[in-house]
Antibody, heavy 117, light 106 residues
């Protein structure tokens, strides 16, 4: 059974870079039709798509975040990663990683990242 | 950007009742719309994709309909585990979500 697990710091200082990793187990990250994405949810609020990556390295990003986001993949470790630069308190959220065919059909449990000094 | 507007914000119903949730898009998304269920402290769960197709393992009491700009998620008879927040999401123009409808116990 496919499982995704987010990992990384739960606290990041303003202006610094948020870095998270998603580890995929129970299935291959090298599936031609799938993308691997990041979605976030501020506390008590709705969902926002950040972006995603294909195992080939092809990426797509939310235009509103594109200038601050980099998503990368390491197929040898079955991992993909998120970097969000120059964070502010508005970036405080639960960050989910997910497998996506046309829609995200398999999600990690999420990790709360708080931006605070 | 396609804006999705969900209504109502909150739906108060009793177990066994029928729930009807609406999602309206600011422009046509053809049939490229999905519905998710989210319970507190959990990740969203895909229920319906491409407007009317149930995802794997989703009970038949969940159904989706609509096309273009107007979509509906129907839960034919609410079970206790169905009380949650429901989101719609489109994939025509980038990927955006609605703001959610909370289905609460009356």
């Amino acid at each position: 059974q496919l499982q995704l697990q987010e990992s990384g710091p739960g606290l990041v200082k303003p202006s610094e870079t948020l870095s998270l990793t998603c580890t995929v187990s129970g299935g291959s990250i090298n599936r031609n039709n799938y993308y691997w994405g990041w979605i976030r949810q501020p506390p008590g609020k709705g969902l926002e798509w950040i972006g995603g990556i294909h195992y080939s390295g092809n990426t797509y990003y939310n235009p509103s975040l594109k200038s601050r986001v980099t998503i990368s993949v390491d197929t040898s470790k079955s991992q993909f990663s998120l970097k969000l630069r120059s964070v502010t308190a508005a970036d405080t959220a639960v960050y989910y990683c997910a497998r996506q065919l046309n829609y995200p059909d398999n999600w990690g449990r999420g990790i709360l990242v708080t931006v605070s000094s | 950007e396609v804006v999705l507007t969900q209504s109502p914000a909150t739906l108060s119903l009793s177990p066994g009742e029928r729930a009807t949730l609406s999602c309206r898009a600011s422009q046509s998304v053809t049939s490229f719309l999905a519905w998710y269920q989210q319970k507190p402290g959990q990740a969203p769960r895909l229920l319906i994709y491409d407007a009317s197709n149930r995802a794997n393992g989703i009970p038949a009491r969940f159904s989706g309909s609509g096309s273009g700009t107007d979509f509906t998620l129907t839960i034919s008879s609410l079970e206790p585990e169905d009380f949650a927040v429901y989101y719609c999401q489109q994939r025509t123009n980038w990927w955006t979500f609605g703001q959610g409808t909370k289905v609460e116990i009356k």
